[in-house]
């Protein structure tokens, strides 16, 4: 095997790891699997397919099969997926990178303020983005660097569409991650003061997902501080991040409200 091809591998596994922790393990055991009919099948192009193919089926037999039960084993739990609750995922991506799980304490507590939300607000659903992997803790979950132990969860804001006028459950953001509530005048300018010190990838998404979305919703800060307050009440969620400009907005006040340096965000 040539040094190129090597390199190749190694990056593939890499990436695969970084991004979905058990991506890695499953490209070597196709790897493995397909070593012994390298010289049997002639086609290039055929049985490259087929070891696409196979990689991606048995990720995903691991993914939503395999690893919820060991995961288990390691005090973490899948947040839901299409379970009845008013609890979701922002992007199905999430789930297929295994980065939806956590803690049952969290798990429990998300899935009590979901509910009650839907309660309050008839059709709302919270939309969760990134939790922690499945496995191992201090394993980090790129690009957080605090997702490492199964009890971080980012959570969307919520919106109101603009052009409706109606309560959304959508997001700006195709990815909940990239679009910002930004600061109004008078309010604390995190990001900027982040730019000044030099900290420029905290901001670096915002020119790299697609902003003319923005326009299409409306900040919806009676839900979100609403959301905000019942997660204050949960016994097991011990620290809430959020901009010191919506902290001010939305009037928290609670020892949980923790200042977060990433701008705008998501969270």
Same mark, same amino acid.
């Given at each position: 095997? @040539?040094?190129?091809?090597?390199?190749?591998?190694?990056?593939?596994?890499?990436? +695969?790891?970084?991004?979905?922790?058990?991506?890695?393990?499953?490209? #070597?055991?196709?790897?493995?699997?397909?070593?012994? #009919?390298?010289?049997?099948?002639?086609?290039?192009?055929?049985?490259?397919?087929?070891?696409?193919?196979?990689?991606?089926?048995?990720?995903?037999?691991?993914? =939503?099969?395999?690893?919820?039960?060991?995961?288990?084993?390691?005090?973490?739990?899948?947040?839901?997926?299409?379970?009845?609750?008013?609890?979701?995922?922002?992007?199905?991506?999430?789930?297929?990178?295994?980065?939806?799980?956590?803690?049952?304490?969290?798990?429990?507590?998300?899935?009590?303020?979901?509910?009650?939300?839907?309660?309050?607000?008839?059709?709302?659903?919270?939309?969760?983005?990134? %939790?922690? =992997?499945? &496995?191992?803790?201090?394993?980090?979950?790129?690009?957080? +660097?605090?997702?490492?132990?199964? !009890?971080?969860?980012?959570? %969307?804001?919520?919106?109101?569409? *603009?052009?409706?006028?109606?309560?959304?459950?959508?997001?700006?953001?195709?990815?909940?991650?990239?679009?910002?509530?930004?600061?109004?005048?008078?309010?604390?300018?995190? %990001?900027?003061?982040?730019?000044?010190?030099?900290?420029?990838?905290?901001? &670096?998404?915002?020119?790299?997902?697609?902003? @003319?979305?923005? *326009?299409?919703?409306?900040?919806? %800060?009676?839900?979100?501080?609403?959301?905000?307050? +019942? +997660?204050?009440?949960?016994?097991?969620?011990? !620290?809430? =991040?959020?901009?010191?400009?919506?902290?001010?907005?939305?009037?928290?006040?609670? $020892? !949980?409200?923790?200042?977060?340096?990433?701008?705008?965000? $998501?969270?």
């Amino acid at each position: 095997m @040539n040094k190129v091809r090597i390199i190749v591998r190694i990056l593939i596994f890499c990436v +695969l790891t970084v991004i979905s922790q058990i991506g890695g393990l499953v490209y #070597l055991l196709t790897l493995y699997i397909f070593k012994s #009919l390298d010289k049997k099948i002639k086609g290039k192009v055929a049985f490259t397919l087929l070891k696409l193919t196979s990689f991606v089926v048995l990720y995903l037999i691991s993914t =939503f099969v395999i690893v919820p039960p060991i995961a288990a084993l390691f005090g973490r739990v899948p947040l839901p997926v299409f379970s009845a609750t008013h609890l979701k995922p922002l992007n199905k991506i999430t789930l297929v990178l295994n980065r939806n799980y956590v803690k049952p304490e969290l798990r429990r507590a998300i899935l009590n303020v979901s509910d009650e939300m839907g309660k309050k607000y008839s059709g709302s659903e919270v939309r969760y983005l990134d %939790a922690c =992997f499945p &496995f191992i803790d201090q394993f980090p979950l790129m690009p957080h +660097l605090s997702h490492s132990d199964g !009890k971080k969860l980012d959570l %969307a804001f919520f919106y109101i569409n *603009s052009h409706s006028g109606k309560e959304s459950n959508e997001s700006p953001s195709f990815i909940g991650y990239g679009i910002c509530e930004e600061p109004q005048q008078g309010e604390v300018n995190t %990001a900027d003061f982040c730019k000044s010190k030099g900290y420029l990838q905290y901001s &670096f998404l915002k020119y790299i997902i697609p902003q @003319n979305s923005k *326009s299409d919703f409306k900040f919806d %800060a009676e839900r979100t501080k609403s959301l905000l307050e +019942l +997660l204050i009440k949960e016994e097991h969620v011990s !620290k809430i =991040f959020i901009e010191p400009h919506l902290k001010q907005r939305l009037n928290l006040q609670s $020892e !949980k409200n923790q200042v977060s340096w990433l701008p705008g965000g $998501e969270t």
